[in-house]
């Protein structure tokens, strides 16, 4: 089967999409999956009004035709709603081929935190996006309840996960900075509410990694904090190891890939709240979650590290790409676009997940697991 996911969202942008599609495309043969991402790559791009890191293509309906065309996919896969994603839609309506589609940000709150229009105007706009759709993906419960309450449809799950070969504790810490270290990781942008965590008092040290278009002017305000820029891999797997509490001010995430990443590195989450913390710690033990934010990350020291890794280990990419790939598969099957061969190959394929990977497997959806 193969597989084409079409995404506004990729590198060089470090963000919880990017990480998410990257996964799902890296796993791809472990379900007999042939995976490629259509991107702005090898178009013309401008960047975004206010951001312009982030990079938008400039194309045309028939240049990415023509890129479908060349892949020759059985099945596409929305991932954003941006020009790719725009024009990927009207491809597939015209040639009457059923996709899917998979929400990932809030833009009605992005939006409104940065110029003066109502959601009900940004949740039409995608409204209209999504209906087409054969299924629309969410990461959480509480992502589904907020849609179907806009008028989305064909909702189904599609969750998260964290690579826990690299996120992990560690002996050694790589922070020579007075404790305890408070650390917030994620696009410094005026979404993300950054400002509600630099402006708590706190004892110790507060540690910002990332980058974006707010962070010079955070900066300035804030010059106590330390600001470490982007960093990946090791390197950042082993600051989440060397800090102490992880503060996630966000109001509108709809999960935070790196809500999981600090749990797997044993560390303790402060937030507020909201539909993301909310969704990723009930009944954990491993977060406080808490309006007063201050009261939260000084709470959040006590927590036992255990509860975090234990929250972790129930999240693997191998349960969320189990989970894509099966709605996907769906889909493709019943619009007749997945051809019999493909379709014993990969009923093979999860068979065999299913029996390597026992736990991490239950993810599944029911009528794979037949």
């Known amino acids: 089967m193969r597989v084409l996911v079409a995404t506004d969202a990729w590198r060089p942008q470090i963000n919880g999409v990017v990480r998410s599609l990257e996964r799902m495309i890296q796993a791809a043969p472990d379900f007999g999956v042939t995976a490629q991402a259509l991107t702005p790559e090898g178009f013309h791009q401008i960047g975004l009004p206010s951001y312009p890191d982030i990079r938008l293509a400039l194309a045309t309906r028939r240049a990415l035709a023509a890129r479908i065309a060349e892949f020759g996919p059985d099945h596409i896969h929305i991932a954003t709603e941006g ?3 725009w024009l990927a839609r ?13 929400y990932h940000t809030r833009f009605p709150q992005y939006i409104a935190a940065r110029w003066p229009i109502p959601e009900s105007w940004s949740y039409g706009l995608l409204r209209r996006f999504h209906a087409p759709a054969a299924a629309v993906m969410v990461s959480t419960a509480t992502v589904e309840e907020e849609l179907r309450a806009n008028g ?24 020579d900075l007075p404790r305890p270290i408070f650390l917030s990781v994620g696009r410094v942008a005026v979404e993300k509410n950054l400002e509600a965590f630099l402006s708590l008092r706190l004892p110790g040290s507060k540690v910002v990694v990332g980058d974006g278009p707010a962070r010079a002017d955070l900066q300035r305000a804030y010059p106590e904090a330390h600001f470490l820029g982007v960093r990946q891999g090791e390197e950042l797997a082993a600051i989440y190891a060397s800090s102490d509490v992880f503060v996630f001010p966000s109001l509108t995430d709809t999960f935070g890939i790196v809500l999981l990443e600090a749990a797997a ?27 007063d934010l201050r009261g939260a990350a000084m709470q959040a020291l006590r927590v036992p590290r255990e509860a975090c890794l234990e929250l972790a280990t129930r999240h693997s990419w ?4 189990a989970q894509f790939y099966g709605h996907i598969r ?26 390597a990977r026992g736990a991490e497997a239950r993810g599944l959806p029911r009528r794979l697991t037949a």
Do not use: M, N
């Open 318 to 321: 191998a349960s969320s790409a």
């Open 152 to 175: 989305f449809e064909k909702l189904v799950r599609w969750g998260r996960g964290v690579d826990l070969g690299q996120f992990h504790p560690r002996p050694q810490s790589v922070l």
């Open 330 to 355: 769906r889909v493709a099957q019943q619009a007749g676009y997945l051809p019999r061969e493909a379709e014993a190959a990969s009923t093979a394929g999860f068979t065999a997940f299913a029996s």
């Open 265 to 291: 590195s044993g560390l303790p989450v402060a937030a507020f709240p909201v539909q993301g913390p909310r969704d990723v710690f009930a009944g954990s033990g491993a977060a406080v979650l808490d309006a």
């Open 90 to 102: 009207a491809v597939c309506l015209a040639q009457k081929r059923p996709f899917t589609t998979s």
């Open 83 to 85: 020009p790719i994603g």
